[in-house]
């Protein structure tokens, strides 16, 4: 297959070398023109060091060369999705597979990233997403993740085009819990890396970790997910991967605000984007209006945008109402 891989941030581009590896012509694109230039004459992207990138792997600033593209990767951040799908839309040939490797929400709208892409070029698209740091599937290390999309031969399509010995892919019609795991998960590997960066241990990680997959499983069901998807690759894996990682930018960057730091200060020294900043608030106002009992999130949006203290807002949560773990349960006696 003929594919473009668009943006060329380092999940973009371990990307495109995955499927390069797969015997597709791939080009990389940039929105600069000056790095798509670094990245031709230096062969390494700066954000994954040590890795090389091939000859055979070409790279491009022109939005117009997707028109003879089999496949589109959209891997940009996620405030970008809009605008370069916006960009891309007037090349895309009618029988091109879209694809979406971004994790996120749009804040303005509480559209998913495939709804954006959808809106702006009127074509279905699929989800790709689970635990997969670009770090260790540049190198190849073994990696699962999930195509979802409703059309079972579109997502069919996506697993046979990444699939390889050390790219496994698995198939969900369930892109709404797909989605929704990939963004929050992030929110939640914010919180986990404020408690590493106080001082806390294991526990209260864990606590955090399973009590927000419990949040975003709630506003998910409200939302037309299934709630299996998310004790899967895109739920309980990305979640593990994203709060346990130093690979994690979001988990970085809440270590530092866990140690003091202002949230903008620790965006920042991290170096790249936060997609969790984003996804709080995106997160926050999809709770609100679908009427679901996010805490964590809520705690996490008071931190990033209002300025409370982490501190208190943990003491906070641990001081909740007391309540039964699994809802609705039913009791023998």
């Not at 299934?226 to 809440?254: P, Q, Y």
């Not at 999809?286 to 964590?296: K, S």
């Amino acid at each position: 297959m003929k594919i473009m891989v668009i943006g060329s941030g380092a999940w973009g581009t371990a990307l495109a070398l995955a499927l390069l590896k797969n015997d597709h012509e791939v080009s990389l694109w940039s929105y600069f023109t000056k790095e798509c230039e670094q990245l031709r004459s230096t062969h390494e992207n700066p954000f994954l060091k040590g890795v090389t990138l091939p000859d055979t792997l070409r790279f491009t600033d022109s939005a117009a060369e997707a028109a003879d593209r089999d496949m589109l990767v959209f891997a940009t951040p996620s405030f970008a999705v809009r605008s370069t799908a916006k960009t891309f839309a007037p090349y895309i040939r009618e029988d091109a597979i879209l694809v979406s490797v971004t994790k996120g929400i749009e804040a303005d709208t509480g559209l998913r990233m495939t709804q954006i892409i959808q809106s702006e070029t009127g074509k279905q698209v699929v989800a790709l997403s689970g635990p997969s740091h670009a770090e260790e599937v540049s190198r190849g290390i073994p990696t699962g993740v999930v195509a979802a999309c409703e059309d079972k031969s579109l997502a069919e399509k996506v697993q046979t085009a990444f699939m390889s010995h050390k790219l496994r892919v698995y198939t969900c019609p369930d892109a709404v819990g797909v989605e929704l795991g990939a963004a929050h998960k992030n929110v939640i590997a914010l919180c986990a890396g404020v408690s590493d960066g106080m001082g806390y241990g294991d526990n209260a990680k864990a606590l955090l970790m399973t009590r927000g997959l419990a949040e975003v499983a709630r506003l998910g069901i409200a939302l037309g997910a299934k709630r299996e998807t998310f004790a899967g690759l895109a739920g309980v894996g990305d979640l593990i991967v994203t709060c346990t990682s130093m690979h994690s930018r979001n988990r970085r960057a809440g270590i530092l605000i866990g140690q003091g730091k202002d949230v903008q200060q620790a965006m920042k020294e991290v170096g790249a984007v936060v997609e969790g900043y984003y996804a709080a608030a995106a997160a926050h106002k999809l709770a609100l209006q679908c009427g679901v009992e996010m805490p964590i999130t809520q705690a996490a949006y008071a931190v990033l945008y209002e300025g409370a203290d982490a501190k208190s807002m943990l003491e906070n949560l641990m001081h909740r109402q007391k309540t039964c773990e699994v809802e609705d349960a039913e009791w023998a006696r």
